[in-house]
């Protein structure tokens, strides 16, 4: 059987699931409605595609599409490998987080793309302090007139991070306004997550090192668990992140008393 979509081509069912597979794997997530709108089928035909991926166990369904399985998988990524992916709701989130913030401020920056995001917006500033434990961050914000700490420690090459003993002592000694945390994983229930133990070790000093705490991270990062864990949801007091998630995972986020932006 063929199914022919917008683009005027023919595609069998398993072409047609192997490139719905393929966008998956590359994008982290598909959503029903742009695979219906994109390939001209309709959403039922698209609802029992993503089912059959993952009865085969290739992916991983969510409300309203799926995910990809390295979801739950121990994965960790390079920077570079992820500033790509889902780049334009990471740059909504991050011009969200710099809302947030007022001249004056100390600001907690942790590693990752999306931090490092909201390290461009902040430019927009004249005077700040800025803590972080990213080399990249650090040298984004060279130009400016703010403040800057590094927290020291040993570099991970894979995100550009510093971690150990001595970033955990400095945060330590310093108090800071507001925290954006980056997180590879967020489930209500359990708290925020990530693939390395070190790292985890320095975002949980963070947090506590912080009088507000906002986790900031695109929707394909709910319901999804990591190695480590950073800190429960209680220590979490605002999440900032993209319009697609789902109804479920914002209930569950405001019955654990957590602020959510949605942009």
Do not use: W, Y
Not at 12 to 27: V, Y
């Amino acid at each position: 059987m063929k199914v022919k979509s917008k683009n005027g081509s023919n595609m069998l069912i398993g072409e047609r699931r192997q490139h719905i597979l393929a966008q998956i794997q590359r994008d982290g997530r598909v959503l029903i409605s742009e695979l219906s709108d994109h390939l001209g089928i309709s959403r039922i035909t698209i609802r029992k595609d993503l089912d059959d991926l993952a009865a085969r166990g290739l992916v991983r369904r969510t409300h309203g599409g799926a995910l990809s399985v390295q979801g739950t998988a121990l994965l960790d990524p390079s920077l570079r490998e992820k500033e790509q992916k889902q780049l334009k709701e990471k740059q909504r989130i991050a011009r969200a987080a710099a809302d947030l913030v007022t001249e004056g401020m100390c600001v907690l920056l942790d590693s990752g793309t999306t931090t490092t995001a909201i390290a461009r917006e902040l430019r927009r500033f004249s005077r700040l302090t800025v803590i972080t434990n990213a080399l990249n961050i650090a040298t984004e914000l060279a130009g400016t007139d703010f403040e800057i700490l590094l927290t020291g420690g040993a570099l991970r090459k894979n995100s550009f991070s510093l971690v150990g003993p001595l970033a955990e002592d400095m945060l330590r000694e310093v108090r800071a306004d507001i925290l954006f945390l980056g997180v590879d994983g967020f489930d209500a229930r359990t708290g925020v997550m990530t693939p390395n133990l070190l790292e985890s070790r320095v975002n949980r000093a963070m947090v506590k090192a912080s009088v507000r705490v906002v986790a900031v991270c695109d929707s394909t990062k709910f319901n999804r668990h990591s190695l480590a864990l950073i800190a429960p949801a209680s220590a979490i007091h605002t999440v900032i992140t993209d319009s697609q998630i789902s109804p479920e995972d914002v209930e569950a986020l405001t019955a654990a008393n957590i602020e959510v932006i949605r942009v």
